[in-house]
């Protein structure tokens, strides 16, 4: 099996530290009704020696994805090796070129049994329970993510682990004021104190993955020495259905007929409000030339600055891209340069 298109992935001994956001595309029914997507965080110098306890990553270890789930064994937050919860695999020399479901179904179960019975344990019929923890492994499977990167130093990261492993890990997600994007906004203001912060204007108040990206460009903008830079991770391609754009509130209103139409018939004021916030504060365009990286290739750089000006997206390369599932990212309405991250150096099959 050949690695495709991913997230870049470095040995620690040569990369420098990073935080990420992964602002992930929604899919499936629920994400057709919510279009809001994912968030989490990837943190390329921690690790975990479970996915409740985290450590300083070793040499060809590619750090840890951590977000905030619901009804995942009552955890609050659960962290996963980046390979396993991209690709539900712990050797990179695993990741498939296409799945199908049935595929998925078995790479993730295989992944379970391996690393995650405590949190999901087999059923009474001695088979993969139901469930949300699904969420924690092979989430390339089942969407295009796009990441906001900035530098992280070994300093930043100790104080994260500290706080993190001290703090009590007991959930309770709630979806408007405590879900996925609160607890990105958490994580990133620990290493960026005050840096993302709510919209009350294209949010109407609620954190969504889309205004946790606005924000953290913003902050590259105002500190270009945080090194801000972007990049995408691809869908893998085959059968399973295709994941959707990610939008914000007053976007999903904007752009969905099926409630826009309805809307302005019976409150025509609202619809109008909807259509300013949006047109304001709500965009964040998703250009073409963003990087893509493959794990273990330590060749594909994929350079490409681009920068965002007031009210146009970000460009790179070439003209900018439309705002499609197929986007790649990065974006804001405000000025902001965003470079592409650096080349991983080349990496090794992770530890476990």
């Known amino acids: 099996m050949i ?10 001994t040569c990369a420098r530290g990073s935080v990420a ?45 951590i977000s905030r789930y619901h009804k995942i064994d009552g955890y609050d937050w659960i962290a996963i090796p980046l390979a396993g919860y991209l690709y539900a695999v712990d050797d990179v020399s695993q990741i498939p070129e296409t799945v199908d479901r049935e595929q998925v179904a078995a790479l993730r179960d295989a992944y379970r049994k391996e690393h995650l019975l405590d949190l999901a344990p087999d059923n009474r019929k001695g088979e993969a329970p139901k469930g949300e923890w699904t969420q ?31 703090r ?79 939008d914000g509130v007053a ?3 904007v752009k969905s007929k ?17 259509v300013v916030a949006y047109m304001a504060e709500g965009r964040l365009k998703l250009p073409k030339g963003a990087p893509v990286f493959n794990i273990g290739d330590a060749e594909d750089t994929g350079e490409a600055d681009a920068t965002v000006r007031s009210g146009e997206p970000m460009t790179a390369a070439a003209a900018p891209a439309p705002d499609t599932a197929s986007s790649s990212p990065a974006a804001p309405a405000s000025d902001a340069t965003v470079s592409s991250p650096a080349a991983p150096a080349t990496a090794t099959t992770p530890q476990r």
């Open 136 to 166: 924690l492994v092979g989430a390339s499977f089942d969407r295009t993510i796009h990441g906001f990167q900035i530098d992280s130093s070994a300093e930043q990261d100790q104080r994260f682990i500290a706080i993190f492993n001290d």
């Open 3 to 12: 690695a495709p298109t991913a997230l870049l992935v470095a040995s620690t």
């Open 251 to 253: 976007e999903s209103l």
């Open 21 to 65: 956001l992964l602002m992930e595309e929604p899919y499936g029914a629920f994400g057709a009704i919510n279009p809001t997507g994912h968030a989490a965080i990837y943190l390329n110098h921690i690790c975990a020696d479970s996915p409740i306890i985290l450590r300083p990553c070793h040499d060809g270890e590619y750090g840890v994805v």
């Open 258 to 274: 099926k409630y826009l139409l309805p809307l302005t018939i019976l409150a025509p004021e609202v619809t109008g409000g909807a």
């Open 168 to 246: 009590k890990n007991v959930g309770h997600f709630n979806l408007l004021f405590h879900n996925c994007a609160d607890f990105s906004r958490v994580v990133l203001n620990i290493y960026m104190p005050h840096a993302i912060h709510r919209n009350f204007i294209a949010d109407v108040g609620l954190m969504t993955p889309k205004q946790v990206a606005r924000s953290l460009v913003e902050y590259g903008k105002k500190y270009p020495e945080a090194n801000m830079s972007a990049f995408v991770i691809r869908q893998i391609p085959g059968s399973v259905p295709r994941s959707h754009p990610v």
